[in-house]
């Protein structure tokens, strides 16, 4: 209705449609950024794994391929790879990345609050650390 005080549903829809446009475009305007932003995280992340692979005894290349690099992370927790399948199911691979990340800060000489903090909350800095610190990996430490 018309009442002086608002428009009629029929003139609103161009400002809509307007206003949508304008929202996606904007949206699509970071998309690069964001590509960006998450080939940089990757890289870094690439280049952390490669020095721990290597300094618990597995070919430091295996970090560049995303799925096998959680499966080595797996097996250097002490658990099989085939383990690794957990990471599908959802809610068990939050719980799962948690008992992991521990396991792997135990295996080369870190506390649990390292562990939570730097390996499953903040992982690139957390394998950075490992790996270009003076951290020894000891398989032992992780079995037992």
């Given amino acids: 209705m018309l009442d002086g005080r608002s428009q009629p549903d029929h003139m609103l829809w161009p400002m809509t449609a307007f206003a949508s446009a304008t929202l996606e475009s904007q949206y699509a ?15 870094i992340l690439v280049i952390a794994l490669w020095k721990v692979f290597t300094k618990a005894g597995y070919a430091g290349w295996l970090a560049i391929i995303p799925i096998v690099n959680t499966f080595v992370l797996v097996k250097i927790a002490g658990y099989s790879a085939w383990m690794g399948l957990l990471y599908l199911i959802p809610i068990v691979n939050v719980i799962f990345h948690i008992i992991v990340s521990l396991r792997i800060g135990r295996g080369f000489g870190h506390g649990a609050a390292f562990s939570i903090f730097f390996l499953w909350l903040l992982t690139a800095i957390g394998f950075l650390v490992i790996g270009y610190g003076s951290d020894t990996y000891n398989r032992a430490r992780v079995e037992g």
């Fill in 29 to 43: 305007a970071f998309q690069p950024v964001g590509i960006i932003i998450a080939v940089i995280w990757y890289l």
